[in-house]
C-alpha cells in the first residue's frame, strides 16, 4: 500500500496547486446549468488572492470566517483561503433563521463573514449590525 507523504489539509491544496497550470482541478457549474473546467492555474491564482484579501484584513491563526452561501464552487475557494490563512470555517446553511445566523456568529466569534447575495444579506443586516465582532 502507497503511503500518502502529506499530512495536513494544507500540504494537500498546496501540492494540488502546484500540479501543470493547463491541468484541470475539477469542473464547476455553469450559468448555463452545464459544467466547465476549473484549471490548476486559475484555482491557484483565485485561492492565494483570496487567502492574501484575507490576511490583509487581519485573518491569522484561529480566525474564524463564516461562510454563507449555497453548495458551490466559490464556497470551496473560500473555505481553502481560509485554511491556509490558518484561518477556521464556520458554514452557514442560507435556511437558517436569523437569530440561528446571530447565535453561531457571536458563539463561533466569527470576524468575517461571505455571503453569497444580496438575497441573503437583505435578511441579515440587523441581525450582522448586532454581532459586535464582525
Known sequence: ????????????????????????????????????????????????????GLQARGLGKDGRVAILADVRHEWVQVDFATLLSRGVTVGIYPTCTPEAVQYMLDHAEVRWIAIEANKYLDGLVDTLNACPKL
Open 1 to 52: 500500500m502507497r503511503q500518502f507523504d502529506k499530512e495536513t489539509i494544507n500540504e494537500v491544496i498546496l501540492w494540488r496547486l502546484g500540479e501543470s497550470p493547463k491541468g484541470v482541478a475539477y469542473y464547476a457549474e455553469d450559468d448555463a446549468g452545464g459544467f466547465r473546467p476549473v484549471y490548476v492555474a486559475e484555482q491557484r491564482n483565485r485561492l492565494l488572492a483570496t487567502a492574501a
